[in-house]
């Protein structure tokens, strides 16, 4: 797919990731962003091509009016998530439960409401921006690490549905990037801009997968080897 010309939407467009994967699209020539988020008000609108949706990942109402209201996307990002460090063991049920609700059944939902849309506009692509927590798990973030393994063989799974309609589905992985929800984090972070640019590339490329960071490509080469060696050294243990 080329990203020149194209008409994308990106969740979670007011900080962070999402607002440099703004910035990437306009940058690369898209025609038209939608910038959302559940705040609209927090966009900050610098460029004539960009135009501001509400979008809700907890209120699967507004995905149907964000895609009635944008139905010339061709290229969807979906960016917007929460981090709540809830544990399993103890954490608040209904706080793990808001991490699911958000990142596996707020996006699902969303796909969901833009998939006619791409179909109609001859297929185009998804990009979902997960994590290396899609595939380790952390004491600190139990419930997200949980959302986040659901997100992303969700991602494999619309793949599968998808290609029919000839939709690209990506899943993006990365360690910490240097935004708010990662503030409190004293880890080695990346620049968000360089997930994004990496995200595009994959998507002109035709990649299903981006590992964006050395944090990514460790975890996921761990995968293939003793989980007992990989957890040993994430505990000190």
Known sequence: MDVTGST????????????????????????????????????EVRD???????????????ATEAAAAAPDVTLLVNNAGIATRANLLTGDLD???????????????????????LASNGGGAIVNILSVLSW???????????????????????????????????GVHLGAADTD???DYNVP??????????????VQSGAI??????????VKASLAADPAQFYAQSTGN
């Open 48 to 62: 004539p091509r960009v135009e501001v949706l509400r979008l809700d990942l907890l209120d699967a109402r507004s």
């Open 95 to 117: 706080t793990i439960r808001l991490e699911l609700d958000t990142h596996f059944f707020g996006t699902l939902g969303v796909i969901r409401a833009f998939a006619p849309v």
């Open 189 to 202: 972070k990346i620049d968000p801009a360089d997930v994004a640019r990496a995200s595009l590339d994959g």
């Open 136 to 170: 380790a798990a952390s004491e600190q973030s139990g419930a997200y690490s949980v959302a986040k393994a659901a997100e992303w063989n969700m991602t494999n799974g619309l793949r599968l549905e998808l290609a029919g309609q000839k939709t690209l589905v990506q």
């Open 181 to 183: 929800i990662m503030a």
């Open 209 to 218: 997968e981006v590992l964006v960071d050395a944090a990514s490509r460790y």
């Open 8 to 43: 994308a939407l990106v969740t979670g467009a007011n900080r962070g990731i999402g607002r440099r994967f703004v910035d990437e699209l306009l940058a690369r020539g898209a025609a038209k962003v939608y910038a959302t988020a559940r705040r609209p008000e927090q966009i």
